[in-house]
């Protein structure tokens, strides 16, 4: 059986691309051609400045990830002009990437402005999958997190710095946490001292260059400068700037401690009142990730955090452990799947499940893939960029992906950039039990000719998200670096909002998004029309469930024994035609549930007709309803059920789609 996937730190360091260095001056132009990334030679996000680029790399391909790595550093929003300025692409060459990226969902064009979707995190979650890690561990995390009231997250190592790839954190004012995918230097945290520690000469003095290289830490957005001064050190303000310690300078003695050790603090390192504590989680002997304890110094002191939490983090790390060796035992299914050819196969990558209590739940780890959306909202009738897997967990006919680019080539033309779509495809090829493919699985996942999959494949390793070792390759962490970062804290309104703007704009009606909360609904997305008469609802108002086409289009879903809670006794009326008898409502939700949506006749307010639907997770639990509210004579009630009701459903279809893929791995907020 193939090994499975491990932090980029216990791969042979063969299979690595080449470090930075730090001669190579960093232009716009070569950064987009040499695919570095972050914007510098040293940030760790693509290949090095003056590195040769293979000639059988794939152009609009590494154009458009220079694309992607620069929407992600302006946290998921920039102007074409803007990417035109920091790429040093060509304005045409930039149109053309974006319309491409529009065309498959990754991206929304909003006027001048392009703006990152939720369907791009599904290479994000091609990675998540395939390394396993998220999915075996992330519930032990988070009951960490609930067991020491204090945020926990697990990072993997990225060449010479860390990524997270899981968060549990707490709900406080102050809040402490970093996004999934963002890229941290190794030496400004705890878990990359532990990672340090089984580092070979090689890595050390790529990571010595590095520094010498970006003496402020510009390479990593994520954290502060690292020019501030160490807290509670001697005043060394009369030294020359070029021998004032800076933070980081002594990580090799940390790590050698760390290594000693079994555990790494975090005294303020990244900024001032920030602490944490490490363990790693080893696999086969090797560090496969590290548990990371998050705290302030207002809550702990680092030493007080070590000694009050060490212990019970090492119990945690155990249980990490005993469960990475369960998941790695190979049943007769795996073996069986192993015996019939050169990779494994598994459940989908790209899907999720949700859950109410003001976030929707990640779901049950390995819980099946989710087909493809409809791309932009701008474009809901085009044809679909096709889904890596189906809800059985199937991959989809490989056919697919050809006969959406060939009709996407004939609708757009020289403005679609059919090789950049085919080169992201390939990451999507891997997933839950396709950690590691070779070149053959990887074509016959996607659909390509083995010439088209090896030349996307040369491409991906020359810009470091995938590696190689005995001719398989397997994906990096530095795929969480397009677009992960900005799109994991995007809320389910968030999520929603481009929908509902272009339903409002098709059907010149309003249109809104709601949550259930007790026995009320909450308004958590509105668009209105602009017409003389029309719907208009502030966003976070409160009305009673049971009057509303949204509550009961959320309450037809639940289950019986919170349906007769909801509302205890005979509700109060709203208006004159207000249902106010508990057996009547009992029926109607019976019907909603039924028909799949609820229809409102003035029952909230004199005049006003709505119709609403319930959006809901993968595992069919309703989280949220979309509806559509007009007044009455605009359409009769058969109206809306034969010409609103379609759109609607739909809408509500794209707005699942995207949820799935944005909570595969994270809990994605419902306000």
Known sequence: MPSSPRSSSSRPSSS???SPTSSSPVTPANRASAGTGNGSAVSGSGAAAGTEVPDEAVTPLIRGLAVLRR?????????LSGLERATGLARSTVDRITATLARMGYLRLDGRDAVLAPRLMELGNAYLAALRLPRVLGAYADALADELDESVSVAVCDRDGIRFIHQATRRRAMSLRFRIGDLLPAERTAPGALFASEWSEEEWTRWRERRAADPEDRGFP?????????EGRADTSALPASQRPTLGDDFEQRAAEAGRTGWALDDQLIEPGLVALSMPVREAGRIACVVNVVSHTSRHGATELRDALLPRLRTAVAEMERALARDDEPTPERKAGLAQGDAPTGTGDVGGASGAGGTVDAGSPGTAGVPGSAGSPGSARSPEFPGSTEPSGKATTPSGLADWTGASKQELGREF??????GLTVITAFGEGRGELTLTAVAQATGLARATARRALITLEHLGYVTTHDRVFRLTPRVLGLGFPPLS???LPEIAAPHLTELSQRLHDSVSLAVLTGDEIQYTGHVSTRGIMSVHVTVGTRLPAYATSLGRAILADLPET??????????????????TDPELSRAE????RAAGYALVEAELEQ???????????LAGRTVAAVNVAMHSGRRTAEACVSDVLPELRATATRVEADLHIAGRFRRVPQS
């Not at 929407?71 to 102007?79: N, V």
């Not at 005049?607 to 997770?617: M, N």
Request: glycine share 8%; proline share 10%.
């Open 417 to 422: 950039v059919e090789s950049l779509a085919r």
């Open 489 to 491: 804290r995007t809320t």
């Open 222 to 230: 994520a954290v502060p400068a690292r020019s501030r001064p160490y």
């Open 607 to 617: 005049g006003l007709r709505s119709i609403a639907v319930p959006v809901r997770d």
């Open 71 to 79: 929407l992600t550093e302006a946290d998921g929003s920039a102007s």
């Open 16 to 18: 690595r691309p080449s």
């Open 562 to 579: 919170r349906t007769t809670e909801i509302p205890a006794g005979a509700p109060d009326a709203v208006s004159g035609r207000t249902g």
């Open 589 to 592: 939700l019976d019907r909603v």
